[in-house]
């Protein structure tokens, strides 16, 4: 079975930085992306990763400031970053692994419903 096990949500001030973790221990996956939601708001795409090449595609609201990366050494344990700097109060959100055996990267690659698997999710607050 697939497992997806997020760390790293915190509280930082405006202009702090996180990175967060996601460790997959299941099936071996071809792409691995962090979502987001906020509350009252839709989950959006914040980045993906290609695990066998290292591609990478971002949604235009991390303006350079996201670095998502991954190890791919091991297919018994996938691991994807999520490194986020110059923090704003609209990155607070609950940030969600997710993670497909579909092995493309496309246009649609930030879409939620174009992934299987997601993990529970990690809170990152950024207060002024």
């Known amino acids: 079975a697939e497992k997806l096990v997020e760390s790293g949500g915190d509280s930082v001030e405006v202009g702090g930085s996180l990175t967060l973790s996601c460790e997959n221990s299941?099936?071996?996956?071809?792409?691995m992306a962090w979502f987001r939601q906020a509350p009252g708001k839709e989950r959006e795409g914040v980045a993906t990763?290609?695990?066998?090449?290292?591609?990478?595609?971002?949604?235009d609201f991390t303006e350079g400031r996201f670095v998502i990366s991954r190890d791919n050494r091991n297919n018994d344990k996938q691991t994807a970053w999520l490194q986020m700097n110059n923090l704003k109060s609209e990155d607070t959100a609950m940030y969600y692994c997710?993670?497909?055996?579909?092995?493309?990267?496309?246009?649609?690659?930030?879409?939620?419903?174009?992934?299987?698997?997601w993990g529970r999710g990690t809170q990152v607050t950024v207060s002024p």
């Open positions: 997710a993670a497909t055996r579909e092995p493309q990267l496309t246009s649609s690659s930030l879409l939620a419903e174009k992934y299987d698997f």
């Open positions: 990763i290609h695990m066998p090449t290292g591609r990478t595609m971002y949604a």
């Open positions: 299941g099936y071996t996956v071809y792409k």
